[in-house]
C-alpha cells in the first residue's frame, strides 16, 4: 500500500511518498522545494501571491507524484506560517481548486506530536544504536520550532511550540550582508530569553539525548562533512558536537550571502537563513546543557505517515 505526506512551512514544502509491505516501510520519493511560504508575513499578516502560487505550483508537481504512485491515502498539513496568516483560508480554498490536495492547518502541539513519532520510530526501527530511555526531540521550523520530551517507548511527557524559526530570527534581526556583530548578539540573546521565558525549570535536570530535526539541522551535518550532493544516509543519526557547530556559525558570520551560497553542503536557497536557525541550535544546546545533538532525517512527514496507519 503506497501512503503519502505533504508537509507546507514557512520555509519549505516537503513530501514523502512511501509503501508498506508486511510491516516495513519503503521510501519511494521524498522531495523538497524551499517556497517561502511565510515570507513577510510577520510584517503584513498575510501570505504573499508571489510566495502563495511558488507553493501551489510545488504542489501540483507532487499531485502528479501521488498519482503516479498510486497512493491509495495521504495527508497534506500546514503549520506555523498558515497559523499566523490572515489570508490561510484563500490560500487553502486556492490549493484544493487548482491541485485538488485538501490542506488542514495543524496546531504546534499535534505537529510537535507528528515529528516526535516520525524521528523516534523511525530511529527504534533503524536499529543503529542503543536508544536512551528519554529523548527531546527540536524540529527547528521557518516561523517556530517544537519541543518534545518523551521516551522509547512513544510516551510524550511535554510538548513546547515556540516561536523561535529560521525565517522569523532572520527577518527580525539580521539586516546586514554580512550580519553585523550587533545584530548576531541581539538575535542570540532574544532566543536565550525566549528559550528561559518558555522551559525555565524544565527538564534541565533530567538525563536526555536532543534529536534535531529539519534544513537547518540537515544543513549543519552536510556543512561538517562537506557533502555536496544530499544523501539522507549519510546524515540520518550524524552526532553533531557543539564546539563544531559554534565553529561553522562563527565561518558563516563572516561570509556574505553570495558567499554562504558556496558553501559545500548548504542548499543556496537556505542561505539567507541559515545563521538565524543555528544560532537557535546553539542556544537550545547550551539552555538545556548539552553538547552535542543528533541528526534525524526522519520527521514530521514520517509521522504522518505512520498516523495513517496506526503505525
Known sequence: MNLASIDVGTNSTRLLITTLNNGIFKTLAREMEITRLGKGVRDTGNISDENSSLTIETLKK???????????????????????????????????????IKLDIISGIEEANFSFNGAVKSLISAGKFEIPPKLLVVDIGGGSSEFIFGDSDFNISGVKSVDIGCVRETEDFLRSDP???????????????????????????????????????????????NLKKYKMEKLNYLPLELEKIKMIFKNLCKLTLNERKKVAGLDPKRADVIIGGIAIVIETLYFFKKDRIIVSENDILDGIIYSLVNF
Open 62 to 100: 507532487y499531485k502528479l507524484l501521488i498519482d503516479k504512485f498510486k497512493v491509495k491515502k495521504y495527508k497534506a498539513v500546514g503549520t506555523s506560517a498558515l497559523r499566523r496568516a490572515s489570508n490561510s483560508s484563500v490560500f487553502i480554498d486556492k490549493t484544493f481548486k487548482e491541485t485538488g
Open 179 to 225: 550580519p553585523a556583530k550587533q545584530e548576531i548578539m541581539l538575535l542570540r540573546e532574544a532566543i536565550k530569553e525566549k528559550m528561559k521565558e518558555e522551559f525555565s525549570g524544565f527538564y534541565k535536570n533530567e538525563e536526555f539525548i536532543i534529536l534535531g530535526l529539519a534544513g537547518t539541522v540537515s544543513s549543519l551535518a552536510a556543512m561538517s562533512i
